[in-house]
Structure formats: C-alpha cells, structure tokens
C-alpha cells in the first residue's frame, strides 16, 4: 500500500451511493501524474467492486482545467524512458503496465455509469478518459482537444478507437490529424457532451444525474451498460442475443420484483442491488 501524502492528487467523497473523485493538481491544470494515474485505477477498481457504489462523477479541482493530459514533465518522459522513475509512484507505473489502462478506463470492464463533470480545458488523456464515461456535463467556457500529433505522439488511451464512435467521423479525424481544440458548444451539437452549463453549475447537474441512476435498480442499470457496451460493433442479431442475457440476468433479481410492486404500492422502491 502506498504512503498516503500531505494533499492527495485525486480527492475522494462517497454521498448516497455515488463515489466524486476529483484530480486535484491546479498548478498543473489537473494534469496526469504517475500518482493521479495509480490512485485513479485503484479508484476506479473499488468503485467497481464495491456493492455500496452506484454511479460515478469525475472532475478537477477548479474553474480552469478539468484535466490537461499527461503530465509532460512527470509521466511523458517517464514513458518513454527519458526519466528514470524517483519515487513509489514512478516504480508502480513502470511495473504495473495495467496501471495507465486502467485509470483511462481502457481494456477494464466497468458496468457502473461514469459522469464527468467537466469544470474547465479538457485536452489529451483528460480527454480520452472522458471517451469512457457514459454522460458529460461541461462548463460553457471548456475546451476540448487532442493535441499529441503536434507534439510527435498519438492518443493511446482509447481515442483511436472510440472518438470515430462517439462524434461525426470527419470531425474526429480533424481534432486527431490537427490538433486544435473545439469549445463546448461544438461538442455539445457533435453528440461529444449531454450538457453545456455555467460552471458553477456543473456539480450541481452532474449531482442531479447521478442521484436520479443511483435511484435505480443497480442490476438494470449495469446490465445496460454492459450489454450496449458488449454489442457495439456486432451484428443485430448478436446484440439480441446479449440482450436476452442481460434480460435473463435482471428479470431473476429481487429488485425486478421490487420495482413493479412498489409502483403498485404508491411507494418508493427499496432496491438492494441483486
């Protein structure tokens, strides 16, 4: 287990079910440290394992910067080898190759929704760990971008793959090739984000959302993530078929008994979770 520090790089708060993981490094515009990295695939694993955990928000500290990317001083030249590692946080991400997978949300099942929350400039691995969440909440002033190819690199913490997904393929092959960054409006009318908010707003809808899934059955809403997670890409009738498991997985819980009598009862459901 590694030492805890005077101010933790990633702060943690848990209220009614739903984890708030905030990057906390505002000198470097929240940044991605070999630090932020580990404690966020720690994170992100408890919050998968944990039965008390519904939904997830993620965000950064401040008005500035919901999170610039990799650390070029700390985790790029780490890297690439052109920084030998000098403390716990470096040995780990050079030991650990998973580490960096995980705190991007790549090659790591996760059916639990992620929300971020997205209080400021949102560029390269802050970027591509938004591609992972399921819902956006972006301040008015955020900017988003992926700028690697101009400094000689490529995103590879997903958005390769997923950004062609989530937006018009021109639009994402533009923001890859180029670099250049596009305000939230324009992601907002891409599809790239749910909402565009003042940002002193941004929690607030963030927390509304997150509430009102972690009211819900959590059997339904994680096999919904990961039956449309697991289907993309196949055929329709492969889909289906996925679909029927997930339909056989919900339909043998307590909770679907719970929702419909509850609803009959004129009450609120009690949902424990199988």
Same mark, same amino acid.
């Given at each position: 287990? *590694? ?7 990633? #702060?943690?708060?848990? +209220?009614?079910? *739903? %984890? ?11 940044? *991605? ?6 404690? @966020? ?19 950064? /500290? ?13 985790? #790029?030249? %780490? ?8 403390? &716990? ?6 030991? &650990? ?25 949102? #560029? ?5 760990? /938004? ?28 958005? #390769?793959?997923?950004?062609? +997904? ?21 992601? %907002?009318? $891409? ?7 003042? /940002? ?6 963030? @927390?509304?959302? !997150?509430?009102?899934? $972690? ?6 809403? =994680? ?17 289906? =078929? %996925? ?12 909770? $679907?008994?719970?929702?419909?009598? !509850? ?12």
């Amino acid at each position: 287990m *590694i030492a805890e520090t005077m101010e933790k790089a990633l #702060l943690s708060e848990v +209220r009614d079910g *739903i %984890l708030i993981l905030t990057i906390n490094r505002p000198a470097a515009r929240n940044a *991605i440290s070999p630090e932020v990295a580990c404690r @966020l695939a720690d994170a992100f694993t408890e919050f998968s394992e944990n039965p008390e955990l519904r939904v997830c928000i993620l965000t950064g /500290v401040g008005d500035k910067a919901f999170c610039s990317g990799g650390d070029l001083a700390l985790t #790029l030249p %780490l890297m690439t080898g052109a920084r030998e590692p000098e403390d &716990e946080w470096d040995r780990r991400l050079v030991s &650990e190759p998973d580490v960096m997978s995980r705190s991007a949300l790549r090659d790591f099942d996760l059916n639990k929704p992620i929300i971020a929350a997205i209080n400021g400039t949102c #560029l390269a691995g802050g970027m591509e760990t /938004v591609l992972a969440t399921d819902i956006r909440i972006a301040a008015d002033h955020a900017k988003f971008g992926l700028p690697e190819a101009k400094r000689a690199l490529i995103p590879f913490a997903g958005s #390769l793959v997923r950004l062609p +997904r989530q937006m018009p393929h021109c639009l994402a092959m533009e923001m890859l090739l180029v670099g250049d960054t596009i305000d939230a409006e324009t992601a %907002l009318r $891409a599809g790239l984000v749910n909402h565009v908010v003042p /940002v002193g707003e941004v929690m607030n809808k963030a @927390l509304e959302i !997150a509430g009102k899934i $972690a009211a819900n059955g959590p059997v339904a809403v =994680q096999e919904i993530k990961k039956t449309v997670l697991a289907s993309s890409g196949r055929t329709l009738r492969e889909g289906y =078929q %996925l679909e029927d498991q997930a339909k056989s997985r919900v339909m043998a819980s307590a909770d $679907a008994r719970e929702g419909p009598r !509850a609803f009959m009862e004129k009450r609120q459901p009690i949902f424990v979770g199988r």
